[in-house]
């Protein structure tokens, strides 16, 4: 495995909704701002949807849904 190019570090974290159903995760890197937001539905808890969003120093906006992946055998010990 190779080592990241970007390690994002003390980001801060903002819970909102009546249950906590949206969280979401900032950090700052030079002039550039990362959020991951997590949305979980109140009426089906069981899914969540993920969302990175990256805005630049010009603040322009980039959005990606992510998509779940499932874990290689060899981390079915973390499980």
Known sequence: ???????????????????????????????????????????????SHIFLEVCDQDHKKSTWKMEPLSLPKYFDTFN
């Open 1 to 47: 495995m190779s080592a990241p190019c970007l390690v994002l570090d003390n980001g801060r974290m903002i819970r909102s909704g009546t249950n906590d159903e949206k969280t979401e995760f900032f950090f700052e890197h030079e002039d550039w701002t990362f959020s991951v937001e997590r949305i979980v539905p109140k009426d089906h808890p069981v899914v």
